[in-house]
Nanobody
Framework: QVQLVESGGGLVQAGGSLRLSCAAS????????MGWYRQAPGNQRELVAT???????NYADSVKGRFSISRDNAKNTVYLQMNSLKPEDTAVYYC??????????WGQGTQVTVSS
């Protein structure tokens, strides 16, 4: 059974930084893409950033230049470094993992709150 364990959320002042982590376990299949999405109250879930096994990345325009996604393939772990945080970044952040033959799978979500 696939499990995604997220960590690193919290409360930070505007301009601060946080680093999210998501570790995937429970499958023998190779991971294809990993990514982060977020959902603010009253809004739909939206893409933040994704990264493929080869390291190709994709970012939402709203986070380009401030957020950086990376992954450790040996540990099946994806990271999201968030710098210069803004109050509008406040949301529940979800990890997503897609395997070559199944998925996507979602983490339980971690709250990020940015105070002004």
């Amino acid at each position: 059974q696939v499990q995604l364990v997220e960590s690193g959320g919290g409360l930070v002042q505007a301009g601060g930084s946080l680093r999210l982590s998501c570790a995937a376990s429970g499958s023998f299949f190779r991971i294809n893409s990993m990514g982060w999405y977020r959902q603010a109250p009253g809004n739909q879930r939206e893409l933040v950033a994704t990264i493929t096994t080869a390291g190709s990345t994709n970012y939402a325009d709203s986070v380009k230049g401030r957020f950086s996604i990376s992954r450790d393939n040996a540990k099946n772990t994806v990271y999201l470094q968030m710098n210069s945080l803004k109050p509008e970044d406040t949301a529940v952040y979800y990890c997503q993992v897609t395997y070559v033959t199944r998925g996507p799978y979602w983490g339980q979500g971690t709250q990020v709150t940015v105070s002004s």
